[in-house]
């Protein structure tokens, strides 16, 4: 269980490295364009976004959050508050926000 409580978390890490690049310097960069340059700019990373290896990250890491939070209940380990809080905040702050 340790084991895939650190995996689960190197995925939301990743998942946050990727978020933060994006809101550091991608929209301050789309920010300084005219409004339909960033326009289509936005559209073009949207589909470029949508490739399998982000998917698997994102996704696979909602996917592992759910089933190491419902293992943790089950098993009723040390720290199971914290890591079911911690796999509730990546599927909604992350996938349902993006949603």
Do not use: E
């Given at each position: 269980?340790?084991?895939?409580t650190?995996?689960?978390?190197?995925?939301?890490?990743?998942?946050?490295?990727?978020?933060?690049?994006?809101?550091?310097?991608?929209?301050?960069?789309?920010?300084?364009?005219?409004?339909?340059?960033?326009?289509?700019?936005?559209?073009?990373?949207?589909?470029?976004?949508?490739?399998?290896?982000?998917?698997?990250?994102f996704?696979?890491?909602?996917?592992?959050?759910?089933?190491?939070?419902?293992?943790?209940?089950?098993?009723?380990?040390?720290?199971?508050?914290l890591?079911?809080?911690?796999?509730?905040?990546?599927?909604?702050?992350?996938?349902?926000?993006?949603?």
């Open positions: 269980m340790t084991v895939a650190f995996a689960v978390a190197a995925g939301c890490a990743l998942v946050s490295g990727v978020f933060y690049a994006f809101s550091s310097f991608v929209m301050p960069g789309l920010a300084r364009l005219p409004d339909s340059q960033g326009i289509q700019a936005m559209q073009q990373i949207n589909r470029t976004a949508v490739m399998p290896a982000f998917m698997a990250l996704m696979g890491t909602a996917l592992a959050c759910l089933i190491l939070a419902v293992w943790v209940l089950v098993a009723g380990s040390d720290g199971t508050a890591v079911v809080a911690g796999c509730a905040l990546y599927v909604l702050g992350c996938i349902a926000l993006t949603m």
